[in-house]
């Protein structure tokens, strides 16, 4: 199985970048798309905006118009756009409209950002609306050199999450529409964050996607892969969601809880050792939340 965990290129244009989610190596991927424009899926946070932009620098792009394809809105995918943007100018951010909205207005979601991560939060800055560009299925932004990029609709993570999917390259940016990846374990879990989670949607939009039968798929935490296994990994992302709704229905919620935690504890291991089990325990919990709707 090809699985890349290294930043560097993946393909002809395309480069994977560790953009250090949460301060951490190997936690938040990027991916840079060169054609006569640059397109950069999810910037990750603040700070990842920060590192990205020396990258590019060093890559001599930053004289090119910039495309930041945002997945959705939540501020680990979302924020480093924000920074970008106000600092490149030369560009602008292809999202969803919920995601545009909450870039344009941006209190309600840091206040929750910081609700849910302390100190390991980091706020969205304001962006003008001149550089805001709000696009839905079937949205296509043509980056030159062949590369024309189709937005897809994919709720479920949120109700605004967008995966993009290059035509040339068949390659797919998932952002977190299928799941937590990581390359060291070669497992995806569902990213079933609270209290935006809907299993139907996720489930629905999973299937959705795996009939492009994509060449190569970036996820955002973390890494990517290449070749015949990708059909493989999204496979296995559906099998493990539906191993977890087996278990929510066939169990009280506390063993269930519990039966999920034990069985997958070993399988999370993009993020640091202190923060993999608190991660695990709020996904678990929203996953639980939807279904108990």
């Known amino acids: 199985m090809e699985i890349i965990s290294d930043e560097g290129m993946i393909d002809d244009d395309i480069m994977m970048v560790d953009v250090n989610g949460w301060l951490y190596p190997k936690t938040t991927s990027s991916f840079i798309i060169y054609g006569k424009e640059i397109g950069i899926f999810d910037p990750g ?75 390991l939060g980091e706020i969205i800055e304001f962006v003008n609306n001149e550089y805001l560009h709000a696009v839905v299925e079937p949205s296509k932004i043509d980056l030159g050199n062949g590369h024309i990029i189709e937005v897809i609709n994919t709720p479920g993570h949120t109700s605004d999450h967008l995966m993009y999917y290059d035509e040339k390259s068949e390659f797919l940016f998932l952002g977190d529409g299928a799941g937590l990846f990581s390359p060291e374990s070669g497992i995806p879990l569902p990213n079933s964050f609270p209290p935006s989670f809907k299993y139907e949607e996720y489930r629905k939009s999973l299937l959705k996607i795996m009939s492009y039968e994509p060449k190569i798929i970036g996820f955002s935490h973390y890494g990517s892969v290449k070749g015949s296994n990708v059909k493989k990994i999204l496979n296995l992302s559906l099998e493990i969601l539906d191993d977890w709704y087996k278990i929510a229905i066939e169990n009280d919620r506390l063993n269930a809880e519990q039966i999920i935690f034990e069985k997958y504890s070993n399988d999370l291991k993009i993020f640091s050792p202190d923060f993999r089990n608190e991660i695990l325990n709020i996904i678990i919990d929203g996953f639980f939340k939807n279904l108990s709707k």
């Open 45 to 119: 946070g603040r700070t990842s905006g920060e590192k990205l932009i020396k990258r590019l620098n060093e890559l001599k792009a930053s004289g090119k118009f910039m495309n930041f394809f945002v997945s959705h809105r939540h501020a680990d995918h979302s924020a480093g756009a924000a920074y970008l943007i106000n600092r490149i100018k030369n560009g602008i951010i292809h999202a969803h409209p919920i995601t545009i909205a909450n870039l344009i207005n941006p209190d309600k979601i840091n206040k929750a950002t910081i609700d849910m991560y302390g100190n």
